[in-house]
């Protein structure tokens, strides 16, 4: 049983307050209070024990009502959702400025009101209850490179061998290939999760994954269709981020090449990111590109990121040691280079350990995904040697 949230709803109009009193009374999760606003600014003037939220019908002195509100440091003010005319741009401005959740347009949708309570109620319990999440991006340096090979492997093999519950959300949202990397065709996908993002509650969520085999859920894109990034923001990825990582142990994102406000809003909150490049002086280049570009936007970029030379050869152009040192990072891993298995294996979609349980490239995305999953890496054999002892040890 949850603790019930306590809402208090502050307004002008008695009958719109007393509207939403009834609506609540009969909530059992709500424990609720009502005050007029009536002379004051400070729409908790008085008030002794802060509720959990203020749902708060602005009026027309509603710039001094949200000033007095926002002199209040954060963690003396409750959620606050707002509600008010929809035509007022200054408002709406001010209000997601000064944090406000949620901003609901009169006349109240009741109905809105309850499922914006829930889920602030779901996220007061998750605070509570804090699992261990863990969120890891998958990042090409160069298109090609191999992130979304590995995003595939990684969290299959983390479902199925690792018995973890895990879902792998492909961010490409134009030409996302996860999908068919493991010969899954989603009916419905990322596009209507994003758009619905607010919304999503574990329940929905389960409508937007598509299974696999492995145990794996993906969240991608439809076949044949291609979202607009612009038409996406990064609110919503965070919504959804944060739904996806309250609902499973592990999350693998495959992140389109791009830095901009979407892909940031993931990199912020991966515990880690893996860097996939390969042997060659342009990737050495735009991966070094890319890495100055993050630790410019985010923090603790080197003690997060994972370097990944995929298709590693020992007497390759370029060598560890000198990638290493062009990039300034201490961790990295090594997928072997194996061309006939990977075409096979992604042509039958089928996740290499499965196709090829003993080859190479296997073992060193086994380790790889053992150590993202925070497992540890399996003791022993000169594979183990070669690849994984030179993988991060977080
Ligand atoms: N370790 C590897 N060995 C051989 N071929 C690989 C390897 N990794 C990736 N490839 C090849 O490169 C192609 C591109 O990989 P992909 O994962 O789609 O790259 P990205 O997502 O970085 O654009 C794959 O379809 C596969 O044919
Ligand atoms: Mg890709």
Same mark, same amino acid.
């Given at each position: 049983?949850?603790?019930?949230? *306590? ?6 109009? *008695? ?5 939403? @009193? ?10 609720? +209070? ?48 707002? =509600? ?8 709406? !401005?001010?209000? =997601? ?27 007061? !319990? ?26 595939? #492997? ?38 209507? +999760? ?8 574990? &329940? ?16 991608? #894109? ?70 100055? +570009? ?26 560890? !040691?000198?990638?290493?040192? &062009? ?5 990295? +891993? ?10 096979? &294996? ?7 350990? @499965?196709? &090829? ?13 053992? #150590? ?12 183990? !040697?070669?690849?994984?002892? @030179?993988?991060?040890? @977080?």
């Amino acid at each position: 049983m949850l603790n019930p949230i *306590k809402v208090l709803t502050v307004g002008h109009s *008695k009958e719109t307050i007393e509207s939403l @009193q009834q609506v609540l009374r009969k909530q059992t999760n709500v424990k609720s +209070a009502a005050r007029l606003l009536n002379g004051h600014v400070d729409p908790l003037q008085g008030i002794r024990e802060l509720p959990d939220v203020l749902l708060l019908q602005v009026g027309q002195n509603w710039e001094n009502e949200l000033a007095a509100l926002n002199v209040r440091p954060p963690s003396l003010r409750p959620t606050i959702l707002a =509600m008010g005319p929809s035509n007022d741009p200054n408002l709406l !401005r001010r209000a =997601m400025k000064m944090g406000v959740r949620d901003f609901l347009t009169v006349p109240i949708d009741e109905a809105e009101v309850i499922t914006a309570l829930k889920q602030i109620q779901e996220e007061k !319990r998750s605070a509570q209850n804090p699992v261990p999440q863990r969120i890891t991006a998958v990042l090409n340096a160069k298109g090609g490179s191999g992130a979304t090979l590995l995003a595939s #492997n990684l969290s299959t093999f983390m479902a199925e061998k690792l018995k973890l519950r895990v879902a792998l959300v492909d961010l490409d949202l134009q030409l996302g290939a996860s999908a068919l990397c493991l010969n899954l065709s989603p009916k419905t996908g990322i596009g209507d +999760a994003l758009s619905a993002a607010d919304e999503v509650d574990s &329940a929905a969520l389960r409508g937007y994954m598509t299974h696999h085999g492995s145990g794996l859920d993906v969240l991608a #894109n439809v076949p044949h269709t291609v979202i607009e990034p612009t038409t996406v923001t990064p609110n919503q990825v965070d919504h959804l981020l944060t739904v996806v990582a309250q609902n499973y142990d592990h999350v693998v994102v495959d992140l389109p090449r791009s830095i901009d406000s979407l892909t940031l809003q993931v990199l912020a909150r991966a515990d880690r990111i893996v860097l996939v490049l390969q042997q060659h002086l342009s990737h050495l280049h735009d991966a070094k590109r890319l890495l100055n +570009a993050l630790r410019g936007h985010l923090d603790d970029v080197d003690n997060r990121v994972t370097v990944a030379i995929n298709r590693y050869e020992g007497k390759g152009n370029i060598g560890i !040691r000198e990638i290493q040192g &062009a990039l300034g990072l201490k961790f990295h +891993a090594l997928i072997p280079n194996d061309y006939k298995r990977v075409c096979k &294996a992604e042509d039958q979609g089928t996740p290499l350990y @499965q196709y &090829a349980p003993s080859a190479a490239i296997t073992k060193s995305l086994s380790n790889l995904a053992r #150590n993202l999953a925070g497992v540890q890496p399996v003791k022993g054999g000169l594979l183990r !040697r070669l690849f994984s002892s @030179q993988q991060t040890t @977080q």
